[in-house]
């Protein structure tokens, strides 16, 4: 069993850089692999990031390739997403997920999530 507690969203303008950062309770974070989603209001919910339980391998979506950088810190039991040049279309609301595989792009392959933190990008 996973929770996950999200934090470090906001409302910022465009251009502007947030992090975000997930906090994990239970003694297997290390065995996961993590994920981050966003999911903007009327439309599905979508995969933005993902990274191994070893932080060795990295995945991102093509609309935030370049700007986002997800990282991990299994000794702190967290894992973060930079967030650098935002832009408005990158408004949501936005979960991390726990699952076996790395780099999967299906929410469905994830099993435990977090509540979300709002990431508002003025223009």
């Known amino acids: 069993q996973v929770q996950l507690v999200e934090s470090g969203g906001g409302l910022v303008q465009a251009g502007d850089s947030l992090r975000l950062s997930c906090a994990a309770s239970?003694?297997?974070?290390?065995?996961?692999?993590m994920g981050w989603f966003r999911q903007a209001p009327g439309k599905e919910r979508e995969f933005v990031s993902g990274i191994s339980w070893s932080g060795g391998s990295t995945y991102y979506a093509d609309s935030v390739k370049g700007r986002f950088t997800i990282s991990r810190d299994n000794a702190k039991n967290t894992v973060y997403l930079q967030m650098n040049r935002l832009k408005p279309e990158d408004t949501a609301v936005y979960y991390c997920?726990?699952?076996?595989?790395?780099?999967?792009?299906?929410?469905?392959?994830?099993?435990?999530w977090g509540q979300g933190t709002q990431v508002t990008v003025s223009s």
């Open positions: 239970g003694r297997t974070f290390s065995s996961y692999a």
């Open positions: 997920a726990a699952g076996r595989f790395a780099g999967t792009r299906s929410r469905y392959e994830y099993a435990y």
